[in-house]
C-alpha cells in the first residue's frame, strides 16, 4: 500500500498557511498544524509547563494557573535569548508528535493520499527533508500588514525571505486573491500529488 505523500505547508506570518492546510483538508487530506501541536503541549504537557514555569516564573501562569501563551509571547519576542530556549524546548516535541501522527495515518486501514504539516520555520531548523512535498504560500508585504494581528516585524527578521523558500519549494502561491483561488491551486497539487502518487 503507498504510502501518504507528506506535503508541509510553510510561508510567512499573515500569507494563509492554516487556510492552505484547511483547503487541504477539503481535498481529502489528512491535516495537523505544528501551531496546535505547541498550543496543546503548553496546555496539557506536564513537563513542559513545569520546564516553562522553571524558567519564567509564575508570571506567564493566567488566573486559573494554566500556561497563558499571550504572555509568553510577550516575553520571548522581546528577548532572543528566551526565544531560542523555547523553540529548542518545544520543537523537538512537534517534530516527533508530527511524525508520529504521519505513521498512524498511514497505518490506517485506507490511508488519504496526503497528509498536510503546517510548519511555520519550516527552512529555517532545516525541516525540509523530513517531508516529500513543500508548499510555500507568500503575499505581498502590504497584504500581510492588513492581515497580520500582531506585529510582525521581530519575527519576520528571523525568517528567510520568501524569494529563498519558493527558489526551494515544489509549489508556490501568491495568495492576494479570494479564498477561492487559493482552494483552486491547493486542487491542482492535490491533482498532481494523486497522479505522482498512482
Excluded at 513543500?134 to 494581528?149: F, N
Amino acid at each position: 500500500m503507498a504510502r501518504p505523500v507528506a506535503v508541509a505547508i510553510t510561508g510567512g506570518i499573515g500569507a494563509g498557511k492554516s487556510e492552505a492546510l484547511a483547503a487541504f483538508a477539503r481535498y481529502g487530506a489528512a491535516v495537523v498544524s505544528s501551531d496546535e501541536i505547541v498550543h496543546r503541549l503548553l496546555r496539557d504537557d506536564p513537563a513542559v509547563g513545569k520546564a516553562l514555569t522553571g524558567r519564567f516564573g509564575d508570571r506567564i501562569l493566567d488566573e486559573a494557573g494554566q500556561i497563558d501563551r499571550t504572555k509568553i509571547a510577550e516575553i520571548v519576542f522581546a528577548d532572543n535569548e528566551a526565544l531560542e530556549w523555547l523553540e529548542a524546548l518545544l520543537h523537538p516535541l512537534v517534530v516527533q508528535e508530527y511524525l508520529d501522527w504521519r505513521e498512524q495515518v498511514a497505518e490506517l486501514p485506507d490511508p488519504p493520499p496526503v497528509t498536510a504539516t503546517e510548519v511555520p520555520l519550516l527552512y529555517e531548523v532545516g525541516g525540509q527533508d523530513r517531508f516529500d512535498v513543500v508548499v510555500v504560500v507568500t503575499a505581498p508585504p502590504a497584504v500581510l500588514s492588513a492581515r497580520a494581528t500582531v506585529a510582525t516585524d521581530d519575527r519576520e527578521s528571523r525568517l528567510l525571505p520568501d524569494s529563498v523558500k519558493v527558489a526551494q519549494a515544489d509549489f508556490a502561491f501568491v495568495n492576494d486573491g479570494s479564498l477561492d483561488e487559493l482552494d483552486a491551486f491547493v486542487g491542482e497539487v492535490m491533482s498532481e500529488l494523486g497522479a505522482r502518487a498512482e
